[in-house]
């Protein structure tokens, strides 16, 4: 989150020559990203980035803190100037002729709320505040209301502490009951609206109606008016689980909750009641009751110990123990040094966020400025390891892929179409399931490029989910056109599957499927492999053979007509098999028209490589040999050459 | 019709056809001799004015030019046609263009990452997307109610316990979870996140860096991410390491590079001279003990950026939104 600190305020805390510039670098480079440094209505002011473990710097003094730490480690002086704050209660401010004013407090679960502070004010007067205050509120972009809601945002915003007023006249039984919400209750905020509260809120409830939506929005049955004369002010710590889940599900996020989520200072919730009530009495208000306070136990600090050892170890350079203890002095960490370590004991406002030896190490390491540490390439060694060829393998298939031609396209892995996994909150109706293939993701990229191109060849490489993690690679060529267009496609195809065989030294049978999306005048061919499976397969060299003489090639187009005269189902593996037992085959290869073409027909091509280690083979040689193999397709599985 | 005409027919005949430079002029060469009013029409035309005697000898010898005359034409003609076709031979044509295919630019960014990452030891990896909670968010050290696994900051899916991973980050759990020392790995793949605008898209890439050994130090992420930072963009560029936070590393950093366009002056562009380019942090010790390493023994530093999102801040490319990575525009692609 972001907040806007104005200069003017901050530098009520702070005594420095540096400049906002300076300021910045050093907040910047050491404690908190300064966004902006920005003129507004003639004051500067600065946006400053809180990360989450920072509780402790949403507020003026938590970033004037950081700035008395951090601008010495670049050479300027600064001096805390503390805050000047009131115990209303030692000082004999309280006038005696206030009534006595009654408060009963019933904390039902400490862990929701486990501190509880309170005062009543009399003879307030509703009015605008001071025009500073004004200002102020404005610059760190708070609008200014009136003196009484003012005063709890100004030290909201000062000390990180958020206040409440209710107008006490309005507290039935000057009862409050802080507890945990039943599903439905209701309650309307200040803001005029009415919310229905899920189970766990935090609420407070009075002698007959709920009347805040504590660390949130108070309500508005409870809220100040023009007509208020009493106000209760009240500051507290809520448990910022519930607090932020609560937020979260009636989807109101405010000042006041962004703080109560983070975590607070507890020993702020006191000084900072005192605070708001004194700028209240400033304007005519007196106190009217006893400090009503409830908690459930006084805040004890823990230490944390850091290994000298272990900072240098970390930082990649050598800092004495001196200069540590010095930078984590600066910081308010109450370093000891003994042998060898470190022991801290933390303050209030840090005591969430700094609980180990590496929070310890940061604190040192950031003040000591990242910029400061040496810039140094790894020294150990690298792991030892085996390299995974499956990486090698997918560059070398994209690397020829292009080289052929082909487009490559990353598509959404989320899909509509139903899969194994499905994604409980999509994102659109159009990313449900983890998809199982990609072909339907690349058929859509086709048709949405082909209005403008005649031909797209395209493949992606990615993972399918069924529902183990599996790489796959589809390869896409699609045509506009009839018979001649789409052989082209098809042959095309077929040839950058033989390629990648041929690549990765794939030896031995492999089977390929290649699928269409076939219309009258356009045509989709695309294969998809499994690219582990292609690395298990590959091999780095291919084994020599000597083949002292050239190979014959002939290509065979068949039509095998099944019925009574084929011996069973026929099947390309076995007429593969068959073939091969016959002399000076060298290698074979045979495909299958999937396409149903009716009464049992099936289209078959056949590629036969001939080839003898003894002598060149001729016509003569293999006419005898090829009308051997032909007579045998026809006996034994009904196949013949097509006309 | 005398003898000295009719060989000026002839000669002229030869000349004219002897002068043409092309096939227009070689006709216009024929029509002279052979066209309607052409020489040897004529003459042939007024052979019956001559008397009876010596017509013969007159037809006979016009016959002759006629051939010779005809003869030359046609040689004339082919020779011709002939160096037509050389004088087509353009030299200065440009050749056809080999039709060259395209990787995605996200794969030319990965190949380059992982190339530089290689060098300095960091093995490839590749670790699951659909991963358990406690991997993607419990062992990262972030508890059940953190921010990031709200339902409109991750993608859940109707197995129980099981998420679409946010980040390459749930691969540090499996590559320690390996038990091996010392670590070096990267492992770069698709992460998930429901948000979509000019700079982020529900399916993403991240790389990220681990490093675990027994003195793994702040000096050495400087000096690994500067190295990636002068190879990937440009040498003249610096990092920084700003104080952040994330639940899986402490101390964590932000990380700063100069500006490419200003050169670190500052420009409306970047912030006082430096961009964000992403988190990184020394591995977090409940983040160690999750995996099975023991926090006082190892060290480590960890870093996880987003793939699109450096290779979009090269300078030159000036691609406006993310979305067009993933928008398949063939158009679009075929740029790169």
């Given at each position: 989150m972001n907040i806007q600190i104005p200069n003017s305020w901050l530098r009520e805390f702070i005594k420095t020559n540096a400049t906002n510039k300076e300021i910045a670098n050093a907040l910047s480079l050491?404690?908190?990203?300064?966004?902006k440094v920005e003129e507004v209505d003639g004051e500067t002011v600065y946006t400053v980035e809180i990360t989450p473990?920072?509780?402790?710097?949403?507020s003026v003094i938590g970033v004037a803190r950081e700035v008395v730490a951090t601008l010495p480690q670049f050479g300027h002086k600064v001096e805390f100037v503390p805050a000047k704050r009131p115990d209303l209660f030692e000082t004999?401010?309280?006038?005696?002729?206030s009534p006595n004013l009654a408060l009963n407090v019933c904390i039902e679960d400490y862990k929701l709320c486990p501190h509880f502070a309170a005062i009543v004010l009399d003879n307030v007067e509703i009015r605008p505040s001071p025009k500073k205050v004004q200002k102020n509120l404005e610059l760190a972009g708070t609008r200014a209301l009136n003196n009484v809601v003012d005063a709890t945002n100004y030290v909201m915003i000062e000390t990180g502490q958020p206040l409440h007023a209710f107008?006490?006249?309005?507290?039935a039984n000057q009862e409050m009951t802080v507890r945990a919400s039943k599903k439905g209750e209701k309650i309307t905020t200040l803001d005029g609206v009415e919310r229905e509260l899920p189970e766990g809120a935090i609420i407070i409830k009075d002698g007959e109606k709920i009347i805040d939506l504590c660390g949130i929005m108070g309500g508005e049955n409870s809220a100040v008016d023009k007509n208020t004369t009493k106000v209760l002010l009240f500051a507290q710590i809520y448990d910022p689980v519930s607090l932020r889940k609560t937020s979260m599900a009636l989807g109101h996020r405010t000042e006041a909750a962004l703080r109560f989520e983070k975590g607070l200072?507890?020993?702020m919730v006191i000084p900072a009641l005192h605070q708001s009530a004194q700028m209240l009495i400033d304007s005519g208000a007196k106190v009217?009751?006893?400090l009503v306070e409830v908690r459930q136990s006084e805040f004890s600090p823990h230490n944390v110990t850091v290994d000298l050892d272990k900072i240098n170890k970390y930082l990649g350079v050598e800092i004495t123990p001196e200069k540590a203890g010095e930078l984590l002095e600066a910081l308010q960490l109450s370093p000891h040094i003994e042998k060898g370590k470190i022991v801290c004991t933390i303050p209030s406002w840090r005591d969430k966020d700094l609980q180990t030896e590496e929070d310890l190490i940061e604190e040192i390491a950031r003040l000591y400025g990242y910029h400061n540490l040496p810039t140094k390439l790894p020294s150990g060694q690298p792991p030892a390891e085996v390299i995974d060829r499956q990486f090698k393998i997918e560059r070398r298939l994209k690397y020829l892929l292009k080289d052929l031609g082909f487009t490559e396209v990353y598509t959404n892995s989320m899909v509509p179409e139903e899969g194994e996994v499905k994604i409980?909150?999509?994102?659109?109706?159009?990313?449900v399931y983890m998809r199982t293939d990609l072909v339907p993701s690349l058929l859509k990229v086709v048709d949405k490029n082909k209005a403008t191109q005649n031909e797209i060849k395209i493949f992606e490489m990615a993972n399918v989910y069924t529902p183990k993690e599996e790489m796959g690679l589809t390869v896409m060529v699609y045509k506009k056109g009839g018979i001649t267009e789409k052989q082209q496609a098809v042959g095309e195809l077929k040839t950058i599957l033989r390629t990648f065989l041929d690549e990765l030294n794939i030896t031995g049978s492999v089977e390929m499927e290649i699928k269409s999306r076939d219309a009258d005048n356009e045509s989709v061919w695309y294969a998809t492999l499994n690219i582990q499976k292609l690395t298990e397969l590959s091999k780095t060299y291919k084994e020599y053979k000597h083949l002292p003489y050239t190979s014959i090639y002939e290509d065979y187009s068949l039509m095998a007509t099944g019925g009574?005269?084929?011996?069973?189902?026929?099947?390309v593996k076995s007429m593969r098999d068959r073939i091969s037992?016959?002399?000076?085959?060298?290698s074979i290869e045979v495909g299958e028209?999937?396409?149903?073409?009716?009464?049992?027909r099936k289209s078959i091509f056949l590629k036969v490589e001939y080839n003898s280690p003894e002598k060149q083979l001729t016509e003569q040689d293999i006419k005898p040999i090829r009308e051997q193999i032909l007579k045998m397709l026809k006996s034994e599985f009904g196949a013949e050459l097509r006309q | 019709m005398d003898k000295n005409s009719l060989k000026a027919i002839q000669t002229s005949g030869l000349e004219n056809i002897a002068k043409a430079i092309n096939i227009f002029e070689l006709e216009q060469a024929r029509i002279i001799s052979f066209?309607?009013?052409?020489q040897i029409t004529q003459a042939l035309k007024s052979l019956k004015d001559l008397?009876?005697?010596g017509r013969g000898e007159v037809g006979e010898k016009l016959n002759q030019i006629k051939k010779t005359l005809q003869q030359a034409l046609e040689e004339k003609r082919k020779e011709l046609e002939n160096s037509k076709k050389e004088e087509w031979?353009?030299?200065?044509l440009p050749g056809k263009k080999p039709t060259t295919g395209h990787l995605h630019l996200t794969t030319q960014a990965i190949f380059e990452i992982e190339d530089i990452l290689t060098h300095l030891g960091f093995v490839r990896r590749r670790y699951p997307e659909i991963d358990t909670e406690k991997h993607v968010f419990d062992d990262l050290n972030?508890?059940?109610?953190?921010?990031?696994?709200d339902e409109f900051e991750s993608f859940f899916l109707e197995?129980?316990?099981?998420v679409l991973t946010?980040?390459?980050?749930?691969g540090q759990l499996h590559e320690m979870l390996k038990?091996?020392?010392?670590i070096r790995m990267t492992n770069i793949g698709r992460c998930y996140r429901p948000e979509s605008n000019i700079s982020h898209y529900p399916v993403f890439h991240q790389f990220e860096g681990l490093a675990i050994d027994t003195n793994v130090s702040i000096a050495e992420l400087k000096g690994t991410l500067t190295f990636f930072a002068k190879n990937f963009f440009s040498e003249d560029r610096e990092i920084r390491l700003r104080p952040y936070d994330f639940r899986?590393?402490?101390?964590?950093f932000e990380v700063d590079i100069s500006c490419g366009l200003c050169g670190g002056k500052?420009?409306?562009?970047c912030k006082e001279g430096w961009v964000e380019l992403g988190g990184a942090g020394m591995v977090h010790r409940h983040v160690l003990e999750a995996g099975g390493m023991n926090p006082n023994k190892v060290s480590g530093f960890a870093f996880g950026w987003g793939v699109e999102r450096v290779m979009l801040m090269?300078?030159?490319?000036?691609?406006?939104?993310?979305?067009m990575l993933w928008g398949n525009d063939l158009n679009f692609l075929q740029q790169f």
């Open positions: 050491c404690a908190l990203g300064v966004e473990n920072r509780y402790d710097t949403v004999s401010d309280r006038d005696q002729t107008d006490y006249d309005k507290i200072d507890p020993e009217a009751s006893e409980k909150n999509p994102f659109n109706e159009d990313m009574a005269s084929a011996k069973e189902e026929t099947s037992k016959e002399p000076t085959v060298y028209d999937p396409r149903d073409l009716g009464n049992g | 066209g309607k009013k052409g008397p009876k005697e031979f353009d030299k200065t972030m508890p059940p109610n953190h921010p990031a696994r197995q129980d316990g099981m946010t980040h390459t980050s749930n038990g091996k020392l010392p899986f590393t402490e101390p964590s500052g420009c409306k562009f090269k300078e030159g490319l000036n691609i406006p939104d993310i979305r």
